[in-house]
């Protein structure tokens, strides 16, 4: 698993995972020990990351 999105607040959270669940991506949140700019980040098994970026890039279309 790779991280693919850290998320600034809950409300950009919640966008992530219906992009990714609706694009029947699997993935897990984690709290992680590198700072960043949310509590929790995305991530996603290393094969699906380009397609969930796709999704995302839709997303931002």
């Known amino acids: 698993m790779v991280r693919f999105y850290d998320p600034k607040d809950e409300a950009e959270l919640a966008m992530?995972?219906?992009?990714?669940?609706k694009?029947?991506?699997?993935?897990f949140l984690s709290r992680e020990p590198e700072a960043g700019i949310g509590?929790?980040?995305?991530?996603?098994?290393?094969?699906?990351?380009p397609k969930?970026?796709?999704?995302m890039q839709q997303k931002v279309r």
């Open 52 to 55: 969930a970026e796709e999704l």
């Open 39 to 49: 509590s929790l980040q995305v991530h996603v098994a290393e094969e699906d990351l």
């Open 23 to 27: 694009g029947g991506i699997e993935y």
């Open 16 to 21: 992530v995972e219906a992009v990714l669940k």
